[in-house]
Structure formats: structure tokens, C-alpha cells
């Protein structure tokens, strides 16, 4: 979870589908059955010479570098979450080197959602956000249920230009959206419930 700022409040998080994990994982057991498949066909010995521990470590060593391989993408998909708050879209990435990157939700123009037939049966997408001052959208790629992220964000974006008073904590719903209370004469900014100062959008990296 990124650091908040003060009153702010996350309402959806986020993170890339687990069909990121498909194309790589894949891979890692094809190199692997073709690699058993290679110790398994070559003689135990060679000229008089016993194979059997070359063939042994490169077993291992062929596992452990599939394991690898697994575990820099998981900690890819990890280190990498898009939040909504209250505020603002959040957009973190990066394992060793941080990247972190805010859009604040007044500056949001309009998103789209786009996904291919496999995305709307397995429920992942990219969303497309247009905000004010920046040239081209923001995607969030290959994200978990963009439909229900957009929608959210849409309410969102409404609730803070219109000031209506927001949810926040347990009164938020189950599943991470929520529904816009029924609000009669919202007041401005300086009203009870209402938001405070608006960020703009901003990006940054955190080096180790």
C-alpha cells in the first residue's frame, strides 16, 4: 500500500491478472521437460567415463534456474499495484528501483476499457485513463477485473468535482467499490465530508 496522504482514502487496489504468469510460465516448463527429456536420452557414460553427476548437476542447475526465472517474475507482479483513493490513482512498479506515479482524480477527463475475448472471460483488460495536461492516456496493462476499476473511478472522479461527501473505512462495501451516497445539496470544498486540497499529477523514482 503506498503512504497516504492525510484524509486520504484508498477505495480499490489492484494488481496485474495471474494470467500475467501464463507466457513465462510456459516457457519455464517447456525449457524444462525439453532439459529432462535430454538427461534422460544421454548414455550414463561416455568413454569410460561416468556421466551420472554431470547429468545430476545439470538437473539442478536447470532447476534452480527455472525456479529463478519464476520467482523475478512473481516479485514483478508483486512490487507492481494500482490504487485508487479518494484523491487520486496510484500507479506503483518496480522491484529494485521504485517508480511511483499519481494522477489526482480532478484531472481525470475519461477512461475506457479494452479486452479481448480471453480477457472478458478470464476478467482481465487495460484500462485507458485521459486526464488533463498530459499528452496520450494512461494505461494500466493487463489489470484484474478493469471493468469494476473503471466504474470506480468513474464515481470517483464525479464524487471530487462535485464535493459530496465519500465513504471511507468500513462504510466502504465488500469488494473494494463502493456506491455514492444519496447526497441532497452537497456543499463545496469547505463543507463537512467534503475533500481537501487536490494533488496534481505527479511521478517518481525511488532508487535503492
Known amino acids: 500500500m503506498p503512504q497516504l496522504m492525510p484524509g486520504e482514502h484508498p477505495i480499490r487496489v489492484t494488481r496485474q491478472h495471474w494470467t ?70 496510484i500507479s506503483r512498479s518496480g522491484v529494485l528501483s521504485r517508480y511511483t506515479e499519481s494522477i489526482a482524480l480532478d484531472r481525470i477527463q475519461d477512461s475506457s476499457v479494452r479486452q479481448r475475448l480471453i480477457g472478458r472471460v478470464l476478467g482481465f483488460g487495460d484500462l485507458e485513463i485521459e486526464s488533463a495536461g498530459r499528452d496520450g492516456a494512461e494505461v494500466l496493462r493487463h489489470i484484474a477485473t478493469p471493468g469494476a476499476f473503471s466504474r470506480d473511478l468513474l464515481v470517483a472522479s464525479e464524487a471530487r468535482r462535485t464535493g459530496q461527501p465519500y465513504p471511507t473505512g468500513g462504510d466502504l462495501p465488500q469488494g473494494g467499490g463502493y456506491a455514492p451516497p444519496n447526497v441532497q445539496g452537497a456543499g463545496g470544498p469547505n463543507q463537512p465530508g467534503a475533500y481537501g486540497p487536490t494533488p496534481g499529477y505527479s511521478g517518481h523514482h525511488d532508487g535503492v
Open 20 to 89: 500475467v504468469f501464463l507466457s513465462v510460465g510456459l516457457a519455464c516448463l517447456a525449457a524444462l521437460a525439453v532439459g529432462i527429456v535430454l538427461l534422460v536420452v544421454t548414455p550414463k557414460s561416455v568413454s569410460g567415463h561416468d556421466l551420472h553427476q554431470v547429468k545430476v548437476f545439470i538437473g539442478l542447475a536447470l532447476g534452480v534456474m527455472v525456479v529463478a526465472i519464476l520467482l523475478v517474475r512473481w516479485l514483478r507482479w508483486h512490487s507492481t499495484s494500482f490504487t485508487l483513493t479518494n484523491h487520486r490513482i
